[in-house]
Nanobody, 126 residues
Framework: QVQLVESGGGLVQPGGSLRLSCTTS????????MGWYRQAPGKQRESVAS???????NYSDSVKGRFTISRDSAKNTWYLQMNSLEPEDTAVYYC????????????????????WGQGTQVTVSS
């Protein structure tokens, strides 16, 4: 299967910046979409940013102009650069990756996957 490990969360003052990382492991055949989500206490999980195969990128209205999603293929890592953070950005952030991976020990069988990271806490407070 494909596993995701997140890092980079923490406590930051309003107006500050953080960069979240999501490192993948596993024998990935192809990627359909990658996304960052967040869930604040008492609220539903919401999409923050997404990158679709082919390069299309979308941001929620609440983070547009402040957050940037990117990828370093050589490091198998995805990033979410968060600038001008606001208290309303406080949440647990999750990365999600969907695609296909090589099943078993060979390269003849591929299966779909839909994997989530463990989540990382981002707290914006003075």
């Amino acid at each position: 299967q494909v596993q995701l490990v997140e890092s980079g969360g923490g406590l930051v003052q309003p107006g500050g910046s953080l960069r979240l990382s999501c490192t993948t492991s596993g024998r990935i055949f192809s990627i359909d979409a990658m996304g960052w989500y967040r869930q604040a206490p008492g609220k539903q999980r919401e999409s923050v940013a997404s990158m679709i195969s082919g390069g299309s990128i979308n941001y929620s209205d609440s983070v547009k102009g402040r957050f940037t999603i990117s990828r370093d293929s050589a490091k198998n890592t995805w990033y979410l650069q968060m600038n001008s953070l606001e208290p309303e950005d406080t949440a647990v952030y999750y990365c999600n990756l969907r695609g296909r991976y090589y099943y078993g020990s060979g390269y003849s069988v591929v299966r779909g996957f839909d994997s989530w990271g463990q989540g990382t806490q981002v707290t914006v407070s003075s």
